[in-house]
């Protein structure tokens, strides 16, 4: 009986340990089961339950009668966020992860400085942006070239028909490869101020309803394709 | 509709998304907050502290592996630079003695038994536990934290977490007991 006494003794020790996260409700299944079958068969285990439970309930209303945070702090932190580098970093660090090798490399070699400059280029082409996508709805092809570099001593005067794509910043680079390997694109120049790359979709003198055909495939393509139109 | 988890904010957060970052914040930031009052405090640094640890949670999204849930990796994050800040402060040893001078200058325990029910003297006497002991009453009943997610929180065995919380019941009875109200345990 002695030691049947103490083994009892031990899981009562047990069971009123595990109490408090009984009464919060985060005790896992089998121990939510064990301490069921304890409380059901001993009264005192009850009654210590009831007084967890009231030990509980004052808790919990110390912890919300305490002060909340004012809302400069959210203010400040946003600022910081703003002015914060690394995600740049980040975001060419798993561009190197596949086709954006190129991309993440060129993004890895620009200074600190010259990603500074990086994103006030970006906002200064969120204006840029916005005017090329004002233009689309007025139409001429011609307007696009406000985002374009236009042709220079490189790749980029490589004959053929382009498009101008934003790419979803959450857009992940196997979408990305995968939706230009449909529309059978290669990035020719980028990324521009803003985001953009040129991407050659086909070969000079491209009918007007092929390149169409393209860009309504992109502009399908929600998800990954923030902005597209034709480029010289 | 439903709303994002939190596992799916941090991803978010990962990439770079503010708005994801923002409702991250606002989800969390008060308990964590009173989570850090613990440690410190006075509330402007608590808020200093606060804007310290969300600013790691967008630094450090992408680093996060999901073995824990993203409340306690935030709360152990929190607790770190709570204690980090404690240990700054040369005179941090000094603010334990002022503590406990306030609770010497407070009502004893017996006067608070006459002045308040007996929810309120559970309470003041939660109070007046020690800081170890008033920790892990926060994370177990406020911050509903299982014996696990302590576990990892105060960087403790889990049979620790156990025992700890069993002796901070028992203070908190003994504390009761002061105070005049036998609640029957242990």
């Not at chain 1, 090329?132 to 236009?150: K, L, N, R, Y």
């Not at chain 2, 402007?44 to 999901?66: H, K, M, S, T, Y």
């Not at chain 2, 306030?102 to 608070?112: K, M, S, Y």
Request: glycine share 8%; net charge negative; aromatic share 6%.
């Amino acid at each position: 009986m002695t030691t049947r006494s103490e083994i009892d003794n031990a899981e009562r020790r047990a069971i009123s340990e595990l109490l408090p996260w009984y009464a919060a409700g985060t005790l896992s299944p089998a121990d939510t089961a064990r301490v069921e079958a304890a409380i059901a068969a001993d009264a005192t285990l009850r009654d210590e339950l009831e007084i967890v439970r009231e030990d509980q309930d004052a808790a919990f209303a110390l912890a919300e009668a305490s002060p909340r945070p004012s809302a400069r702090v959210l203010d400040d932190l946003m600022k910081r966020v703003e002015a914060e580098p690394a995600k740049l970093a980040h975001v060419a660090a798993r561009a190197k992860a596949s086709f954006a090798d190129w991309f993440g490399e060129k993004l890895s070699m620009l200074a600190p400085r010259t990603l500074a400059y990086a994103a006030g280029a970006a906002a200064l082409a969120l204006v840029v942006q916005a005017g090329v996508i004002g233009s689309g709805f007025i139409g001429g092809p011609a307007q696009f070239q406000t985002a374009s570099h236009g042709p220079s001593g490189s790749g980029a005067t490589a004959a053929g028909t382009f498009v101008l794509i934003g790419f979803n910043s959450e857009a992940n680079a196997g979408d990305m490869t995968r939706l230009l390997e449909q529309v059978r694109g290669t990035i020719i120049d980028g990324p521009r101020p803003g985001g953009f790359y040129r991407v050659r979709v086909g070969d000079a003198g491209m009918s007007q309803a092929d390149l169409d055909r393209v860009i309504q495939t992109l502009r399908g393509q929600q998800a990954i394709v923030r902005f597209v139109g034709p480029a010289s | 509709m439903q709303s994002d988890s939190d596992q799916d904010l941090i991803l978010r957060v990962a990439k770079g998304d503010r708005l994801a970052f923002r409702t991250l914040y606002a989800r969390h930031n008060v308990r964590v907050f009173r989570f850090i009052l613990r440690f410190i405090k006075d509330e402007g640094q608590a808020e200093d502290l606060i804007g310290e640890v969300f600013l790691d949670v967008w630094r450090q999204a992408d680093r996060f592996e999901g073995r824990s849930s993203v409340s306690t990796w935030i709360l152990g994050m929190a607790r770190f630079k709570a204690l980090s800040s404690l240990r700054k402060t040369t005179d941090a040893e000094l603010d334990e003695e002022k503590a406990g001078a306030i609770a010497d200058d407070a009502d004893t325990p017996e006067v608070v038994a006459q002045k308040v029910d007996k929810a309120q003297a559970i309470r003041r006497c939660i109070d007046q536990l020690s800081p170890e002991h008033r920790e892990i009453v926060d994370l177990v009943y406020y911050q509903e934290k299982s014996i696990s997610e302590v576990a990892e929180i105060v960087r403790i065995p889990e049979n620790t977490v156990k025992t700890r919380m069993f002796y901070a019941r028992k203070r908190l009875q003994e504390l009761m007991q002061s105070a005049g109200v036998d609640r029957g345990w242990p």
